[in-house]
């Protein structure tokens, strides 16, 4: 869990969704990751306007993988995710990721693709600075 450590910490700044490579949407966001039982799992609460969500990482040993654990108002999913290159890049499907990256100190980046004729398009990023 400590390859995350990148991710911890209180989050502000903006969500914004693509469609056909333009902006379709901009809403303020705010996030607080965090440690919790003993750092062996953190915790996403995310809050906007388009989405709240609250998410659980841990990583296990036995199966030398993470999972995603994302909670919804209206349901729940689990993904397996893997630390590559100084991210955290979660596979919801064989066309949908989430990669999850610190672009610069004090920064934090949450970004979706998906795959379209065989080439990975952003399709909503997130971008947030920390506040402490």
């Not at 750092?39 to 809050?47: E, F, G, N, V």
């Not at 654990?69 to 919801?92: E, S, W």
Request: glycine share 6%; hydrophobic share 35%; no cysteine.
């Amino acid at each position: 869990m400590q390859q995350l450590h990148f991710m911890v910490g209180d989050w502000v700044g903006t969500s914004t969704t693509y469609k056909n490579g333009a902006i379709e949407r901009q809403v303020p966001a705010f996030q607080k990751i965090q440690y919790v039982v003993d750092k062996s799992i953190i915790t996403i609460d995310l809050h906007s306007e388009t989405l709240q969500l609250h998410t659980v990482i841990y990583y296990d040993e036995q199966e030398q993988t993470y999972y995603y654990n994302p909670f919804y108002k209206k349901g729940a999913g689990k993904f397996v995710a893997a630390y590559v290159d100084g991210r955290l890049v979660v596979t919801r499907n064989e066309t949908t990721r989430f990669i999850f990256h610190q672009p610069s100190k004090g920064t934090f980046q949450e970004y979706g693709e998906k795959l379209e004729d065989g080439k990975w398009v952003k399709y909503f990023e997130d971008n947030f600075k920390n506040i402490q």
